[in-house]
């Protein structure tokens, strides 16, 4: 069981060195509070929103309050269809953050493990994987989305596979290269010369070392994957049925309401800006705790 404990804490301590080095920091602090006010929103959103994403608000008289400008009953204003903006956005939060995040740890783990594999056998392994990350290189994402769309159909889901499925390149090359340098270490060849299995040595030995790239490249992955989510939905891409920052910025571009009705605007370009630099901020300050120098700076 010793082990087994001890690989345990070779996992927490790297986290919780991160974050004890991102609440040391200015800027993490307020990418943490930034990242943590939307998450919250993201679960509780739909039930505080005054009304529902879709639910049309009515004026006093009954009609539809078409594009209301901000007011005290409607503090974001109303869109083209009557529905409350404020409202859209606290729930638009939700599609984000799921997209974000489940895409993130995809994109961690399929990264880690290929990077890991690739770098421990070498040879002919190494050549097919680095092969594999050179094609997800070599393929536009935006052309790849049409196309999966076309074929697959709209989804929130369908939208984490494209992202998944392309961005898991980066952090697999980056984790090769450490790993291409920690099997050469001391501690690993006299595993490898006590007997221990491949799988024992990358899981107990390298994994560890690598595993707070991983974490950066989950921070940094969540902000990719958040704004290529918004990029899809504002080209029309985007989960049908359901809201999200990126569709009501599109919805507003469709009914030529883009510059006329600036609440419609502002609200889902200021709140996904605002998360995207949460992130920035948090992974700014776990890339100070991987790269001491920094701190300097």
Same mark, same amino acid.
């Given at each position: ?123 002919? *392994? ?5 092969? =594999? +990350?050179?094609?997800?290189? &070599? %393929?536009? $994402?935006?052309?790849? /989305? ?118 419609? *605007? ?5 709140? =996904? +800006?605002?998360?995207?630099? &949460? %992130?920035? $901020?948090?992974?700014? /300050? ?12």
């Amino acid at each position: 069981m010793e082990p087994q404990a001890n690989t345990i804490g070779s996992f927490v301590k790297p986290i919780s060195n991160l974050f004890r080095i991102i609440t040391k920091d200015t800027f993490g602090k307020i990418g943490l509070f930034i990242v943590g006010l939307v998450v919250i929103l993201a679960i509780i959103g739909p039930y505080i929103s005054p009304y529902g994403a879709f639910e049309i608000v009515r004026n006093a008289d009954g009609s539809v309050a078409r594009l209301e400008p901000p007011s005290f009953s409607h503090p974001f204003g109303t869109d083209v269809f009557g529905e409350d903006i404020l409202s859209q956005t606290i729930i638009g939060s939700r599609i984000s953050v799921i997209v974000g995040f489940v895409s993130a740890i995809f994109i961690g783990l399929i990264g880690t493990v290929a990077g890991l594999i690739s770098g421990y056998f070498g040879g002919k *392994v190494d050549n097919a994987i680095m092969r =594999l +990350t050179d094609i997800a290189y &070599g %393929i536009p $994402f935006l052309p790849f /989305a049409v196309v999966l769309v076309a074929l697959l159909g709209t989804g929130t889901w369908i939208v984490i596979f494209a992202v998944v499925i392309l961005y898991w390149r980066g952090g697999a090359r980056v984790i090769r290269s450490q790993v291409l340098t920690l099997r050469e270490r001391q501690y690993v060849l006299a595993a490898k010369a006590a007997g221990a299995s491949s799988a024992r040595i990358i899981i107990y030995h390298l994994l560890p070392n690598v595993f707070p790239l991983t974490l950066l490249y989950v921070i940094f992955g969540t902000a990719w994957a958040v704004l290529t989510e918004a990029g899809l939905s504002f080209l029309g891409l985007g989960t049908i049925g359901s809201i999200s920052w990126g569709q009501m910025l599109y919805t507003a571009f469709i009914t030529a309401s883009i510059r006329s009705a600036w609440w419609w *605007v502002l609200p889902p370009a200021a709140t =996904l +800006t605002a998360f995207l630099v &949460g %992130i920035y $901020f948090v992974g700014r /300050a776990c890339e100070e705790a991987l790269n001491p120098k920094l701190r300097a700076n």
